[in-house]
Every structure is written in structure tokens, then in C-alpha cells.
């Protein structure tokens, strides 16, 4: 079934410890996109990737990281969790030339951080 | 930097009634504005959206309009059901130098039977 598939989808981490969220896509889509999600405060964009090789920093980028090596892969990195990271994340991807703008979303991964 | 803010935060009607949730943005450059549903637990998936280039859009039950001078659009749903108690996001985006789409904080809507 083509979609977005994030993993893991629930995880508890330890403050200062180091975690990757993954996020695949199969629609070859060029760009992906990574949100966090706090009750009261929407969807905040932390990174962006327009095409596979460039990245780019959206609203709430500190304290994480992405890289884009292909066009299906775009994880998302925190180096030292700390508690305020406790959110729920969502990856997203879009056509950016022949979808007009819609983002699907994955499943969301909900972290917290203890 | 780019801002969209979106009014009400919480909104309760009865069945059959409007529904209207409004949206400002800042970026004077934005020229896409889609809007989600988020049901509980789910993931946002796109509603209805609209172009610079468009003033009003309508999908059956739900429209959209665009003031592109005063920088807001806004969504209406009428004859709401139990089914349209959702959370809905507003967002605004750039069709160049990438879909960087920033979203409202989000609108809560009970629709009471």
C-alpha cells in the first residue's frame, strides 16, 4: 500500500540519550517534511527537505537533525532528548511539482522523554 | 518569520448549524492554503484548499474563501454533522523555493446532536 511509514510508533527514551525517527515513503515524492505536535500549539515544522541531498530548517529545528540521502528516506535525529522534545511527530511528503501542495501524513510517532 | 494564526481555538454547535474558522497569515508571498481534519488519534488529511488566485472555493458542505489583501481565508462547513468533530488546521505555503507549509494552531469543533 503506498503511503508514509513511521517508526517506531511509540517510545519512551531517556533524557540524554540518542534517537533516530524513522520515516519512508513510496509515492517519489521530492519533498518530506517533519512536524512535531503539542496540544494547544498545532503542527510546528522542525526540518524540511525539498529534494533528496538538500534540507532545510523550518520553525522549531533546534535540537534535531535530518539528513535526505534518496528520495524515500528522511529520519529525523535527536542527539540528546531532552524533556521539552516530548511531542508527538509527524512526517509528511508532498508532489511538489505535480501534487500541488498537498502533505500526506505518516501515522505520527509519539515520544516522550523522561 | 512566517506566522498563521487561527481563530477560534475551540468552537461547539449544534447539529445543522455553520460553522466558520478563520485564519490570518504574514508572508505576503504565500499563494497555497490547504485545510485539515485531524480526528482523534489520526493523522491530518487535506479537506479542502485554495489558490492566490481564487477567491472562493466550494466541496458540497464545505468552502473556502481568500482575502489575499487583508492576509486571511477562512473555512466554512454548513449543515454540520456529529462525523465534522474534528480538530482543523489551517496552513499557508509558497508554491516556490519549496512547500514549506506552516499550519494554525488548530480549531476544535464539537458538533453536539
Known amino acids: 500500500i503506498a503511503g508514509i511509514t513511521q517508526a517506531p510508533t511509540s517510545q519512551i527514551l531517556a533524557a540524554g540519550r540518542r534517537m533516530t525517527l524513522r520515516c519512508t515513503q513510496d509515492?517519489?515524492?521530492?519533498?518530506m517534511y517533519w512536524y512535531r505536535q503539542d496540544l494547544g500549539l498545532g503542527l510546528r515544522l522542525i526540518h524540511y527537505?525539498?529534494?533528496?541531498?538538500?534540507?532545510g530548517k523550518g520553525e522549531v529545528p533546534d535540537g534535531y537533525s535530518v539528513s535526505r540521502a534518496n528520495t524515500d528516506d528522511f529520519p529525523l535525529t535527536l542527539a540528546s532528548a531532552v524533556p521539552s522534545q516530548t511531542s508527538v511527530y509527524f512526517c509528511?511528503?508532498?508532489?511538489?511539482?505535480?501534487?500541488?501542495?498537498?502533505?500526506?501524513f505518516g501515522e505520527g510517532s509519539r515520544l516522550t522523554v523522561l | 518569520g512566517e506566522n498563521v494564526e487561527q481563530h477560534p481555538s475551540t468552537l461547539s454547535v449544534q447539529e445543522g448549524d455553520s460553522a466558520v474558522i478563520k485564519c490570518t497569515y504574514s508572508?505576503?508571498?504565500?499563494?497555497?492554503f490547504p485545510w485539515y481534519k485531524q480526528e482523534l488519534g489520526k493523522r491530518p488529511q487535506l479537506i479542502i484548499d485554495?489558490?492566490?488566485?481564487?477567491g472562493e472555493k466550494k466541496d458540497q458542505r464545505i468552502a473556502v474563501t481568500l482575502n489575499k489583501t487583508a492576509k486571511h481565508f477562512s473555512l466554512h462547513i454548513t449543515e454540520t454533522q456529529p462525523e465534522d468533530s474534528a480538530v482543523y488546521f489551517c496552513?499557508?505555503?509558497?508554491?516556490?523555493?519549496?512547500?514549506?507549509?506552516?499550519f494554525g494552531a488548530g480549531t476544535r469543533l464539537f458538533v453536539k446532536a
Open positions: 509528511a511528503s508532498s508532489d511538489r511539482y505535480r501534487g500541488g501542495g498537498e502533505l500526506f
Open positions: 509515492m517519489r515524492h521530492n519533498a
Open positions: 527537505s525539498n529534494t533528496a541531498g538538500t534540507t
Open positions: 508572508d505576503s508571498a504565500s499563494n497555497y
Open positions: 485554495i489558490r492566490s488566485n481564487v
Open positions: 496552513a499557508a505555503s509558497r508554491t516556490t523555493g519549496g512547500f514549506k507549509t506552516i
